[in-house]
């Protein structure tokens, strides 16, 4: 029963519970860290209680770069800027470590990322190691042959694994392998020593070494067998090694004491060409098997490089294909534009053509026919007092015929260089208008000045409301007619282009009638153009001397010399007034409107007009009280 007490309390002492693992994996962002990561998860993730850290060391922070892209020293920019830089770049280089926490995860294992800002790496691991305890480091190594390995002491995992402390395991891998191991302290110390069973062993030698236990002594037996035995039977030097320094107290030793009672005990009593022949073939298998599996990498990353080159290839033609409908659009649509610029061209020509002959049509339409003096004459008679129609102030009207066609001769006073200036005005406005109850003009002869118009047989409508020469009426319809057609030629005036025109002399004796009746405002030699001022009011005005007929001026314009299209307006309603009485315009406003107050209107209309329509006659006579208002604004347009 005490035995087994024992029995159970040394197996208890042997086998104590498994502390955590505290494992740090040296990762620096690159593919080979994607292997390292792997190779921990794989080895230490079955051993169950362990807490995995990401150990990542970026360089300090030494310059600020600038928009500019130069770079000012640390020390040179304001605090809050280099923290706002520092924590940029820390932010970023989690970001990159990012993906190596999430492999993590997927295995189902939690890691923590911890991010070193340090020049000197292997210090900053070491220091990391010590504040979290690290056991097991893990780190990658470059692949290394056998020839070069001596020459790489100095690499990254060396000194990391020379600076690590001595309580923690170094793993080195490379390729996703594990390529070298630097054990712990721990390790080298062995398991709880068997006190009953402690034996000394004194080696010969001058280091005076002392083995405290029969499994020390049997691992040391082991290993100078593998020096007397058969070749066939022994163990490898490292297989050796290992089982040795597992478990003897030589792992309290440091490492170049260690190694050197091993070659001594090498070196004993056998012949010293064996071990290292032996150590040959092991580096040599190792290397091959390294190489066996580089090579094996490099097929693969050939047989991944050969199908991108495929695909390339594919997509090069693909491209190229593309590339060549392209062109071939790009042909036809600049074959379209050129098409399109030519058809462009073309019709600017012709558009260009038609202007100019649009223009040359205007100019032979607007251009007024000469007449020669000799032709006048002769048409005359030599202005035969005969054929004298009529005479105003400005000039004398004669009767006459062209080329069998009747027409009027108005002969200017050529004495008087106002009426030269009169007729150039005439002749240049009626040379641009042109309107059915507008005096129609067939010619001139600028020299003398005459100016040939068409005959009107019916003469001016103030002959013929007085009934001159014993004339028959005009019929109360004709009359109203009249009133439209003589309005419709004063709008054609007002809304001319670019600027209106004024008649200014409007008056029966200038309204004449062909043989239908037909009205026609002649003797536009008073006319003028104002100039249009779109920031202006509706109504136009132009300062100039009074000019007309008394008892048809607008009263203001003959007050204030300002003439406008109202001024016209004011006429009309006096001619308007006259159609209906045939009485003459003195005070004709006057009477009119007191007949319609009395309502005593058909007593003052011309009763040999006819029977005149009473309350159109009445609407017709209140349009014409309106229009020849004494203030302008209460005039209509």
Known sequence: MEKKEMEEAEVELVFPPSPTLTIGIAINGSRESKYVIKWALEKFVSEGNAVFKLLHVRA???????????????????????????????????????????????????ADIISIESNEVANAIAEEVSKNTITRLVIGASSRGMFTRKLKKNSLSSRISARTPSFCTVYAVSKGKLSSIRPADSEMNGSIKDDSSETSFSSNNSSGYTFSSQTELGSVASYATFRNGDMSSRPSCAESGEAFSRNSSLRSLPTDQRSSL???????????????????????NFELENLTTE???????????????????????????????????LKEVSSKEEKAKELVRQEKEKSE????????????????????????????????????????????????????????VKVLHSKESSRTKQFQQELEILSKICHPHLLLLLGACPEHGCLVYEYMENGSLEDRLL??????????????RIAWEVGSALVFLHNSKPKPIIHRDLKPANILLDHNFVSKIGDVGLSMMITADSCST????????????????????????????????????????QLLTAKPAIALTHV???????DNLTGILDSEAGNWPVEETKELARLGLSCSELRRKDRPD
């Open 538 to 577: 509706s109504t136009m005005y132009k300062d100039t001397a009074p000019v007309g007929t008394l008892c048809y001026i607008d009263p203001e314009y003959q007050r204030t010399g300002l003439v406008s299209t109202k001024s016209d307006i004011y006429a009309f309603g006096m001619t308007i007034l």
């Open 353 to 408: 053509a038609a202007r100019r002959e649009a223009e040359h049509v205007k100019e032979s339409r607007t251009a007024i026919p000469k007449f020669e003096w000799e032709e006048i004459v002769l048409a005359t008679s030599s202005f035969s007092e005969d054929l004298r129609v009529g005479m105003g102030s400005y000039g004398t009207v004669y009767k006459c015929k062209f080329h069998h066609t009747a027409a009027a």
């Open 60 to 110: 300090r922070i030494t310059a600020v770069p600038t928009p500019m892209g130069n770079l000012i020293p640390i020390s040179q920019v304001r605090d809050d800027v280099a923290a706002a830089y520092r924590k940029e770049l820390e932010w970023q280089a989690n970001e990159r470590l990012l993906p190596y926490k999430k492999f993590c995860t997927q295995r189902k294992v939690e």
């Open 467 to 480: 009934r001159k020469n014993n004339t028959p009426p005009i019929p109360w319809f004709e009359r109203y």
């Open 262 to 284: 091993l070659d001594q005990i090498c070196t004993s009593d056998v012949q010293t060409d064996c071990f290292p022949s032996e150590c040959q073939v092991v580096n040599i």
């Open 295 to 329: 090579l094996r990498h490099i097929r693969e990353m050939y047989a991944v490089a050969q199908s991108e080159t495929i695909d390339a290839s594919r997509k090069l033609n693909s491209l190229s294909e593309r590339r060549l409908e392209e062109a071939m659009k």
């Open 592 to 598: 009119v409107e007191t007949a319609i107050d009395n």
